[in-house]
């Protein structure tokens, strides 16, 4: 988004910042950043973003398979529709948390709701693509799925571009307020698929869960300043400790007692995380063999090689060169 978003005029560096963000933020893998600062960049881009959300409407069911593999290719592996979208709704953190996506179902219909629990100005501009998602989900089952759509907010511009890829005129207003709607018979979303393969799916669900665990392990505040102290290592070295304490307090715009507060909180403290670091990153390197053992020393550090070598024997039990060579 922020990439179309300079396409169109936007100053990205700008959008970060006013979200309390850097670009380290949205970068690191597994990645999340706070409601808050999501909510406040969309309010910042929504100027922009126009052209992106009409990008979306000629997304096919690859280029969503590209962005979210393992989501996508169980969602197309269930034993009806109705499957795959409560595959959708349970794993979509996923993708991402912010707002609600939940099914409503009655005895002839099915409606999914989409509640926005943003700022309202943002409307149905974040509904539309995660019901564009769904409605292509639909497509793969069925050839024509029969659906009714209702947005909160005022239609944007060429809205009837929305009516033309649902196949139905969209519904704008809604009296509910926030309330995203996308409703379909049961009939359809019961119907069996003929293709649908238990044993894959089995595969398929056990790294799903494997990816969510992985999500929420990076979410501890101890995980996210162990990262932040890993990316100030490999960009520049490590020259002093307190320097490197002062620099992450300020990119995650912490005070020092805060920071410290809540790392004891979790039962870690800064000087453990800088040190599992420090191994880490000198085993990064050390594996590579590409540098000499003063530069690694250096990088890390350490004033000097001899300290460098008391350091990390304390920490793996073997010399920086044995290790090398145990891994050439």
């Known amino acids: 988004m922020l990439a179309a978003c300079q396409q169109q005029g936007g100053d990205p560096a700008a959008i970060l910042l006013a979200g309390g963000l850097t670009s380290f933020d949205i970068e ?27 990008t979306i409407l000629s997304y096919d069911i690859a280029q ?5 593999p393992p989501l996508i290719s169980l ?5 009806s529709p109705r499957a795959a979208l409560e595959v959708l709704l349970a794993y979509r953190p996923i993708i991402g948390s912010c707002d609600e996506l939940r099914v409503r179902r009655g005895g002839q219909v099915s409606q999914y709701l989409y509640l926005n629990q943003g700022p309202a100005s943002l409307g149905a501009s974040q509904a539309i693509p995660n019901f564009i998602m769904i409605f292509r989900i639909l497509r793969f089952y069925l050839d024509a799925p029969r659906i009714s759509v209702g947005f909160t907010g005022q239609p944007p511009p060429r809205h009837q571009l929305l009516d033309h890829f649902f196949a139905t005129r969209c519904r704008w207003e809604q009296r509910e307020q926030r309330e995203n709607t996308l409703t379909i018979n049961n009939l ?6 003929p293709s649908y393969n238990e044993p894959l799916a089995r595969l398929q ?16 505040f101890a995980y996210l300043v162990g990262e932040r102290i890993r990316h100030k290592i490999q960009e520049r070295g490590l020259e002093c400790d307190a320097s490197l304490l002062k620099e992450v307090c300020a990119a995650m715009n912490v ?25 880490n990153e000198a085993c990064r390197l050390l594996g590579e063999g590409l540098q000499p053992l003063q530069n690694i020393s250096d990088k890390v550090g350490f004033s000097s090689q ?4 008391r350091f990390f024997k304390a920490n793996t039990k073997m010399t920086p060169l044995a290790y090398r060579n145990a891994r050439q």
Not at 188 to 193: K, N
Request: net charge positive.
């Open 188 to 193: 359809q979303l019961d119907s069996l698929s």
């Open 75 to 79: 969602c197309l592996n269930q034993p």
């Open 255 to 279: 005070s020092r007692w805060t920071l410290n507060r809540k790392l004891q909180g979790e039962g870690c403290s800064f000087s453990t995380l800088l040190r599992e670091a420090r191994v």
């Open 306 to 309: 001899s300290a460098f070598n």
């Open 28 to 54: 690191r893998e597994l990645g999340r950043i706070p409601a808050h600062s999501h909510y406040r960049m969309l309010q910042l881009m929504q100027p922009y973003l126009a052209s992106f959300h009409e």
């Open 64 to 68: 969503l398979y590209q962005h979210y």
């Open 205 to 220: 669900l056990a790294q799903l869960v494997q990816i969510c665990a992985d999500i929420a392990e990076r979410s501890p």
